[in-house]
């Protein structure tokens, strides 16, 4: 599974940003699709998780200013980023786990990672 994502940037605290990111290979199964970040000098941490069916979770950082979205016909999974903070600065990267369940969001946990797309959120 290859993973490309695209739509970091720099904006202004309270900006938004959406970020993309489509699967493709062997996409059959891809019961889940999220989103982690790495800040400078901080280990990666899960920001988004969407589950195949619909459901999903997030990290009590973003709660109520990120929305992650599915479009599986597609294999792509979108993070809307609203109201950002400059600490929201960091590379994010998209991961995929093909099987279930998903026994921790540690990023562990995941099986195929794309390369990061940096967002800098400016004070």
């Known amino acids: 599974v290859q993973l490309q994502a695209s739509g970091g940037g720099l904006v202004q605290a309270g900006g938004s940003l959406r970020l993309s990111c489509a699967a493709s290979?062997?996409?059959?199964?891809?019961?889940?699709m999220g989103w982690f970040r790495q800040a400078p000098g901080k280990e990666r941490e899960f920001v988004a998780l969407?589950?195949?069916?619909?459901?999903?979770l997030y990290a009590d950082s973003v709660k109520g200013r990120f929305t992650i979205s599915r479009h599986n016909g597609w294999n792509t999974v979108y993070l809307q980023m609203n109201s950002l903070k400059p600490e929201d600065t960091a590379v994010y990267y998209c991961?995929?786990?093909?099987?279930?369940?998903?026994?921790?969001?540690?990023?562990?946990?995941?099986?195929?990672w794309g390369k990061g797309t940096q967002v800098t959120v400016s004070s």
């Open positions: 991961a995929v786990r093909l099987r279930g369940p998903l026994p921790t969001t540690r990023d562990y946990a995941m099986d195929y």
């Open positions: 290979g062997q996409t059959s199964s891809l019961y889940v």
């Open positions: 969407g589950w195949s069916g619909g459901s999903t």
